[in-house]
């Protein structure tokens, strides 16, 4: 509805009218291309949807860093308890604590490892074939085909992002990456 009551008002505004009715405008596409071609040439072609997509990635790559910075915070204070628990621990129980303290970093470091392996396969193969599968689908976006194309890249693509966060999950140790401490505190001292 809101489409349908601002269209009067967006194809009158000198930022959207040359991306609507321009020569290479959405309309001028529908009425002059091939159906099939319509979201290659009218949609993927436009610098407004060039900077729509640069934005998203931008926000992505933003929220990427704001995580990896969370977590080397969060790893820095487990270090620091660590070192904490060392100290104030003697024998038997010192050495228990030092054995757990190497079998995390050993942990972290397998986790590190297969996480560069998967880095190396999701950019090296998943990503493009999550983009060049989309690419086909939009292009023959009319059909239940190019329909089928188009979902199975956005399922692959989400189910390579999530295993994304499973390595990064098993890297930092937690079952939650954001917000898990407090659940994990609250079930752990939990009064039964």
């Not at 321009?22 to 159906?35: F, H, I, N």
């Not at 977590?71 to 024998?91: R, Y």
Request: net charge negative; charged share 15%; proline share 2%.
């Amino acid at each position: 509805m809101l489409s349908f009551t601002s269209w009067t008002y967006a194809t009158h505004s000198r930022l959207l009218h040359d991306y609507f009715f321009g020569a290479y405008g959405v309309t001028t596409a529908l009425e002059q291309a091939d159906p099939t071609t319509f979201f290659d040439t009218s949609i993927f072609d436009q610098t407004y949807t060039y900077y729509v997509l640069m934005t998203f990635i931008a926000a992505l790559i933003g929220f990427l860093v704001y995580i990896v910075l969370q977590n080397i915070s969060i790893a820095l204070g487990g270090a620091k308890e660590a070192v904490q628990d060392i100290e104030l621990t003697h024998g038997a129980e010192r050495r228990s604590v030092e054995i757990e303290v190497v079998e995390r970093l050993f942990i972290r470091i397998i986790g590190l490892v297969i996480w560069a392996v998967y880095w190396l396969f999701f950019l090296g193969a998943l990503l493009p074939f999550c983009i060049v599968t989309a690419r086909l689908g939009a292009g023959a976006f009319d059909t239940l085909l190019g329909i089928g194309q188009f979902g199975l890249a956005i399922a692959v693509l989400w189910i390579g992002i999530h295993l994304h966060v499973v390595c990064l999950r098993l890297v930092m140790l937690h079952p939650r990456l954001f917000g898990g401490q407090t659940a994990m505190d609250a079930e752990l001292y939990a009064e039964k």
